[in-house]
């Protein structure tokens, strides 16, 4: 598996699945019609059993356009456990994925916590 940062914060390569099911590793390529990848990687329902230490919120709004992207279940449950989890997240109105993060582009929907903080 070519994702060295999961080891770096201490995920195995059973801790974490993708969401749809498409092997780990091909998930990451671009669906040229969406701009999304083919599939995201969350955390496995042991890891998510763990406790979120944020709250299960599914929506947010990218500053540079000003528009909501909603995600799926699972991604939302990852954040909640794990902040951190992913450097960046998709923008459905400007098709393409931008920095989360204390100097990402993106704040949770109604309020001003930056996504992945
Ligand atoms: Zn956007």
């Not at 991604?75 to 204390?102: E, L, M, N, V």
């Amino acid at each position: 598996m070519k994702l060295p940062w999961m080891k770096k914060k201490g995920y195995g390569p059973d801790d974490v699945r993708t969401e749809k099911g498409i092997p780990i590793d091909e998930h990451q390529e671009i669906d040229p019609m969406t701009g999304q990848q083919k599939d995201y990687l969350v955390l496995i329902e042991k890891e998510l059993s763990k406790g979120y230490i944020r709250p299960v919120r599914r929506s947010y709004t990218h500053l540079k356009c000003g528009n909501v992207t909603t995600m799926g279940e699972s991604i939302a449950r990852t954040y909640a456990r794990d902040p951190s989890f992913y450097g960046g997240t998709f923008c459905a109105h400007c098709g393409g994925h931008f920095p989360i993060g204390a100097n990402g582009e993106f704040v949770w929907l109604d309020s001003d916590e930056k996504v992945g903080t």
